[in-house]
């Protein structure tokens, strides 16, 4: 069972014309039998090179005894400075029955590093920056004398090699609109490329500051995908992190036709591979804007490469309900798998339960026993969970064209309540800003998954009844408000919603002496309690 320390190196700030300092990230086993593992670069990643060691004592992690470590070497000499660089290693098993193997690493260098950002007065921001050696020091210096800037250490822990800093930037009381200039500079790293001087430049402004997120996207296909569509095509937005009123115009895209803004729901980006050969196709997307930076330009690469096997992505098996990597998921819970190459066929649902156990091409294997599906896409599934699934570690596979994916692990319990939405009596779905709140009196609707077992039991895929006896399940209390003194109301209905696999409901009246305004509201057992959504209340 594979793991690794992090999957993530850098940003590491790397000199124009230089080399950056050597990375190593360690693996370890975490179950049965030996690894064999193996790193690959793409080869269009030329200033990047990875490779593993010998087994040795973990100096990095107290999780195992022995860890592999995976070295990285930055040949970064020949960059262009002023630019960020990103690439995604492979990590590989020799065995195919090695669980949670591949697994990415994620390397970022920033080279010719130069930090010029926009701030509005009595904001801040923060840069990342990351070392494999703690510096013993760091000084920040400004041109203006004024204490604006800082780097900050994020925290580590006692045998944590990966230090995470932050340049702080926030200009001080009473500086006015207008350009300031200072350093960060380190020193006492026992590897002398990581030893750097950094030039910020912080602009003070009144005017909208337009940020994208995302800032970069990286996606990786296989010849003769089915184009990403919405929803499961990248999504970019913009929010105004400075003053004043930010608007944005419509994207436009470079790179080829491979690239557009998705027409029918524009904020997203629809990619077509139709036609693109395997290798490295690059383009962006520009964002008009009334803002100080104005336009917003994301780069955009898309890797093509040769169709294959399905590929789960690491904890890439998560419930349907907030999507939170490596969390315990429930007996019939409704859930995703992401990865790559799951289907080659385009969007598909799959039939009103009884769930069919193949949708567009794909099987779920859930400890070698299929798994009803409710869609399928190229990089996401979903499915129910089977309702007798042994406790403990599951082992989830996809197949798909005679071809079976890699493995991976997931924790399942007997529940792990989840709320998706809350509708209003009215029938209008209750959100925080306000727009639709209820009242007290009212009747809600929670609906959920991962509720657990229900009397009378439902089989997985199945359909809950719609007569009595209705699927219930029992002792849920419904909280109003955080902390031990919010209310617990005790639901009118607590159980699968009728007609429906994996989908529960719980009925609910809002209390008198129920929190007004916003409200956190969950739903609670006497061994788990879900996440808290929140919701508006009016009197």
Not at 291 to 308: E, F, H, R, Y
Request: aromatic share 6%.
């Amino acid at each position: 069972m594979l793991r690794l320390v992090s999957s993530t190196v850098g940003p590491i700030p790397v000199a124009a014309g230089g080399s950056g300092p050597s990375q190593t990230v360690e693996a370890y086993n975490a179950g049965d039998g030996s690894l064999n593992l193996s790193v690959s670069v793409p080869s269009t990643v030329t200033w990047l090179a990875a490779t593993t060691a010998a087994s040795r004592a973990c100096a990095t992690t107290t999780a195992a005894a022995n860890c592999v470590p995976l070295n990285f070497t930055l040949n970064t000499s020949s960059l262009t400075g002023g630019k960020t660089y990103t690439a995604v290693v492979t990590v590989t098993d020799a065995s195919s029955a090695t669980i949670d193997a591949p697994q990415t690493i994620t390397v970022t260098v920033q080279v010719g590093a130069v930090v010029s950002v926009y701030v509005a007065p009595g904001s801040s921001q923060d840069i990342p920056i990351t070392t494999n050696h703690k510096w013993t020091s760091t000084h920040a210096t400004t041109q203006d004398g004024n204490n604006w800037l800082s780097l900050v250490l994020e925290g580590t822990g006692s045998f944590r090699f990966v230090f995470p800093y932050s340049i702080h930037i926030q200009p001080t009381a009473g500086m006015g609109v207008g350009t300031y200039n200072g350093s960060v500079t380190t020193s006492g790293s026992s590897v002398a490329g990581e030893n750097v001087t950094i030039p910020v430049t912080m602009q003070v402004t009144t005017q909208p500051i337009a940020q994208a997120v995302p800032g970069q996207i990286s996606l990786r296909m296989a010849q003769g995908a089915p184009p990403l569509v919405y929803p499961f095509d990248p999504l970019i937005t913009v929010a105004n992190i400075g003053q004043g009123t930010l608007t944005t115009g419509a994207f436009t895209t470079t790179g080829g036709s491979w690239l557009k803004p998705d027409p029918s729901v524009p904020a997203f980006l629809a990619i077509d591979p139709t036609g693109l050969s395997p290798g490295d196709n690059t383009g962006s997307v520009t964002i008009p804007t009334n803002a100080v930076s104005a336009p917003v330009t994301i780069p955009v690469d898309l890797q093509i490469v040769a169709k294959g096997a399905p590929y789960i992505y690491y904890q890439g098996v998560l419930d349907n309900g907030t999507f939170v990597p490596g969390d315990t998921v429930a007996q019939g819970d409704v859930m995703v798998v992401k990865g790559e190459q799951l289907s080659f066929s385009p969007f598909t649902e799959g039939q009103a339960p009884p769930l069919a156990n193949q949708v567009g091409g794909a099987t779920i294997l859930v400890n070698g026993k299929q798994a009803p599906l409710f869609y399928s896409s190229y990089g996401q599934l979903a499915f129910q969970m089977p309702v007798d699934t042994q406790l403990g570690t599951a082992l989830v596979e996809v197949q798909r064209d005679g071809l079976t994916s890699n493995t991976v692990s997931v924790n399942v319990a007997q529940r792990a309540p989840r709320i998706i939405a809350v509708v209003n009596q009215d029938g209008s779905v209750n959100t925080p800003d306000g727009s639709h709140p209820a009242h007290v009196g009212d009747e809600l609707v929670i609906y959920a998954i991962g509720l657990g077992p229900t009397s009378p039991a439902v089989a997985t895929g199945a359909p809950a009844p719609s007569a009595e006896p209705l699927a219930r399940v029992y002792d849920a209390l419904v909280s109003f408000g955080g902390g031990f003194l919010a209310p617990r109301v005790v639901p009118d209905y607590a159980g699968l919603t009728p007609t429906f696999a994996g989908l529960y409901q719980v009925n609910v009246q809002v209390p008198a002496e129920s929190p007004k305004g916003i409200v956190n509201l969950s739903v609670g057992f006497p061994d788990s309690r879900s996440n808290a959504l929140q919701i508006a209340i009016q009197q």
